[in-house]
């Protein structure tokens, strides 16, 4: 099948981008408001962008008025906010944070999940996860959207603090994700959990592959 996607045409029943851009990192974003209240929301458009300096991102729709999403006006007004990573034990809590709430309520308290200090930035990290970014905000790049609620804020910021718990680090130095049980979002309400993995070494100039007709040649 073939649709354009400004028309949206379709002609099924749920839009399939988001079943093909898969899986996706959720950005479970703390956040502290200016008044000193906490917020804490799921952000399924999120991702690492670069590893020296490391920054990352997270794209929030707006409301049905167009007013700016709680996570992204803490995060512009204070210059901080802190990415935790949600996983299989957490999916629950994670879901639970989701809901629109009142900005003067705290979702990490609201929903049970245990605050706990970082180190560079105010926002609090959730205890429950099992590894933490703090970010200071870098900028906001505003993508248009076909009504007020689709228009996004791509929030961009710096990884100035990185914490894993001692738990998932293996024997040899490397972060045991499977272990971890990794949740990451799919289409529809589907979610996925990182249970495999495979290697591969990136190929050298001795093991590049010729055209065929140079193939052709050196035979």
Same mark, same amino acid.
């Given at each position: ?14 839009? %399939?981008?988001?079943? *093909?851009?898969?899986? =996706? ?13 906490? #917020?804490?929301? %799921?952000?399924?458009?999120? #991702?690492? &962008? ?16 167009? =007013? ?15 990415? #935790? ?22 979702? &990490?308290?609201?929903? /049970?999940?245990? %605050? ?5 930035? #105010?926002?609090? =990290?959730?205890?429950?996860? %099992? ?53 990451? =979002? &799919? /289409? ?21 592959? *010729? ?9």
């Amino acid at each position: 099948m073939y649709y354009e996607a400004d028309k949206n045409d379709h002609g099924l029943p749920y839009n %399939p981008i988001k079943a *093909l851009t898969v899986p =996706r990192p959720i950005g479970w974003i703390s956040t502290v408001s200016k008044k000193g209240v906490g #917020n804490l929301a %799921p952000f399924s458009y999120f #991702n690492a &962008l670069s590893y020296n300096p490391p920054f990352v991102m997270f794209s929030g729709g707006s409301r049905e008025d167009g =007013r700016k999403k709680d996570s992204v006006i803490n995060a512009e007004t204070t210059g901080e906010f802190v990415f #935790n990573l949600s996983t299989w034990n957490t999916k629950d809590k994670m879901n639970d944070t989701s809901w629109i709430t009142d900005p003067d309520i705290d979702e &990490l308290s609201d929903v /049970g999940l245990t %605050p706990i200090p970082s180190k560079r930035v #105010n926002p609090p =990290r959730v205890a429950e996860s %099992p590894a933490h970014f703090e970010c200071l905000y870098h900028q906001t790049v505003v993508l248009p959207g076909n009504a007020p609620e689709s228009v996004h804020h791509v929030v961009f910021g710096r990884v100035i603090g990185i914490h894993i718990d001692d738990e998932y680090i293996t024997k040899d130095g490397q972060v045991d994700t499977l272990k971890m049980k990794v949740i990451a =979002r &799919l /289409g529809y309400k589907d979610y996925t959990t990182v249970e495999s993995k495979f290697s591969m070494n990136k190929r050298t100039e001795e093991d590049k592959i *010729l055209p065929n007709t140079d193939r052709q040649a050196a035979e």
